[in-house]
């Protein structure tokens, strides 16, 4: 079953300092199906945040509808959990925020919380604050605090681009882990092809601005998956290879990177 | 630095006096009232100095042993009991009523757009009349009441409030109040539960400034409006000469805004937004 349906996606704005109108988004169609992990890969300022931004209910489309479960969205909801690239864990609280919002009673959330916790290897770590956590642990608890809500999709925002590359490879593996246990629906933003590839199975790729889709790259590497044995298949090379490729011939052919009309 | 246990303290204690004298400083510096109290004494020396000197003349400036006996007196025959609690109840009076107001509409300005609008100027333009400039038309409507230093020290409180609010409101990041809202949080408990506690560090400060003007305002309409209190208490005695109770009456109010932050602000900042990691720790002797 489809989980989120995005089409015909555009989004313009207005430069507020030159007072252009600026073409961010131009045409941007594709699917996520239930249980399925996508990746939106593109060249930098391409708009891949705007557009996670607009799936979220944060930012209004200019054109285009965005579905979840066949219902159209407006604005944000908990249907849609997000992991934000900067965490955004609040720093007064210790508890599952999100499950007194769903109104379950107390002991039940501490259960839940509890669970989802352990699930991302934070287990004993309930009563700290988040400025008590380091860089990674923090994303993990983003992970937990959105899994523990149930969404229909989890929209991920460049989780791990802020963190060094040791923990990154670590929360990467993690966090596939945590996919394959649980097939939750995720769509991730990313500008780390390898990333992209090892996560997904599949990869939104995206042209230069006003953007459009350049081509839905399919990911067809079993799982488990592990970061050692996975990105030493030549499958995964090749599509990597394939993606760079694509970005590449896309900042070619579209010329200046801002089009204003 | 790693400390030591106390045991080890102890042994190195008995090999050398310097030792000793060093673990015995290190012992008195460790408790609260050293701490404390520690930074007055050479202020304390420098101005008993003074005075033995007489460095001026002793009619103008007298020194600690004059204030101390004029302490002991005025605290005997109940004079300073009854002024410091009068002054103490203003205070509350102001400082509750100025809270009660400042904090609701700091936080409707600084949520509605068209609240901010509406009273933006109009808070800007109350702000630059000071507020002893009100002293004046408040005798003329209250008398020389309760109500009249009330409204002046309300009144103090009120802008900085307002303002620091509006400013901590606007501090609170935006991705905190997105994460909130995909969790499933409605408007108003995006208020409670996000912005409130987001904007606290700046309304913490908000309130120490607000209060700090409050307790100056205080003491200049006691001495303006002046029948009772502390303000009152000092102005009285420059009338008749008597310094020492003005020094006097200038070291209570010190003692009384320390123990104020010391029992209320500092306790209330390190339970919220230092245990939040929201502001270092304002420093280590606290």
Known sequence: MTALEISGLAKEYVDSYSGDRVTAIGEVTFTVEEGEFVSILGPSGCGKTTVLNIIAGFVEQTAGTVKVGGRVVDGPGPDRGVVFQNHALFPWKTAAFGLRMKGIPAARRREIALEHLELVGLAGFENRYPHELSGGMRQRLGVARVLANEPAVMLMDEPFASIDAQTRRKLQEDLTRVFELRRPTVFFVTHDIDEAVFLSDRVVVLSRRPSRVREIVTVDLPRPRDWQGTTALPEFREIANHITALLSEGGDREGPELTAA | ?286
């Open chain 2, 1 to 286: 630095m790693v400390a030591p246990t106390d045991g080890a303290l102890d042994r190195a204690a008995t090999r050398t006096p310097r030792r000793r004298l060093a673990v015995w400083l290190r012992r008195v510096t460790r408790t609260g009232a050293v701490r404390t109290l520690g930074p007055f004494v050479p202020i304390v020396v420098l101005w008993w100095l003074a005075a033995e000197l007489e460095v001026f003349p002793a009619a103008f400036f007298v020194g600690p042993d004059a204030v101390l006996t004029e302490f002991l007196d005025l605290m005997r025959k109940g004079v300073l009991p009854g002024y410091l609690s009068d002054s103490l109840t203003r205070l509350a009076y102001g400082i509750g009523f100025g809270l009660l107001i400042g904090l609701p509409m700091g936080f409707l300005v600084a949520m509605s757009a068209w609240a901010r609008r509406l009273t933006w100027p109009l808070l800007l333009f109350f702000q630059a009349i000071a507020d002893i400039a009100w002293l004046p038309i408040v005798i003329v409507w209250f008398g020389f009441s309760l109500t009249a230093v009330t409204f002046v020290i309300v009144y103090t409180i009120v802008f900085p409030l307002v303002l620091a609010v509006v400013s901590g409101v606007e501090q609170v990041p935006q991705e905190l109040v997105r994460a909130a809202r995909s969790l499933g949080a409605g408007r108003f408990r995006v208020f409670v539960e996000v912005i409130v506690p987001g904007a606290l560090p700046a309304v913490a400060g908000g309130i120490r400034t607000g209060l700090g003007y409050g307790w100056r305002a205080l003491i200049a309409a006691e001495i303006i409006v002046g029948t009772s209190g502390v303000g009152f208490m000092m102005f009285d005695a420059r009338r008749v000469g008597d310094v020492s109770e003005v020094f006097l009456g200038m070291i209570v109010l010190g003692v009384l805004w320390y123990a104020m932050d010391a029992l209320v602000l500092a306790p209330f900042e390190r339970a919220t937004v230092e245990r939040w990691g929201m502001v270092r720790q304002v420093e280590a002797g606290r």
